[in-house]
């Protein structure tokens, strides 16, 4: 089994900060990617951020420059710094990894049950 402690979501004002936290724990071999997905009201599931296992981070174009994506291989957690933050950024935010649970699995995707961030005034 695999489990995720997502936390950081809440209520902010718009042009303020929050920063996500998602740790991974369980049956774990390797995590690949890891990062997070978006889902407001109505819309589809989207891509925010995710990170390789050797730093290569990938955006959504909407939030290039304003979020910031990082994370501790040795603790197995991944985090999001969201700064700037703007009404169309309220969402629940899922948290994904790519984890093999043993070295001759091959890689399945997790997901955590989502944090709520709403920006509003």
């Known amino acids: 089994q695999v489990q995720f402690v997502e936390s950081g979501g809440g209520l902010v004002q718009p042009g303020g900060s929050l920063r996500l936290s998602c740790a991974a724990s369980?049956?774990?071999?390797?995590?690949?990617?890891m990062g997070w997905y978006r889902q407001a009201p109505g819309k589809q599931r989207e891509l925010a951020a995710v990170i390789t296992s050797g730093g290569t981070t990938t955006y959504a174009d909407s939030v290039k420059g304003r979020f910031t994506i990082s994370r501790d291989n040795a603790k197995n957690t991944v985090y999001l710094q969201m700064n700037s933050l703007k009404p169309e950024d309220t969402a629940a935010y899922y948290c994904?990894?790519?984890?093999?649970?043993?070295?001759?699995?091959?890689?399945?995707?997790?997901w955590g049950k989502g944090t709520q961030v709403t920006v509003s005034s």
């Open positions: 369980g049956s774990i071999f390797s995590i690949y990617t």
């Open positions: 994904y990894a790519q984890i093999s649970r043993s070295v001759l699995a091959r890689a399945f995707d997790y």
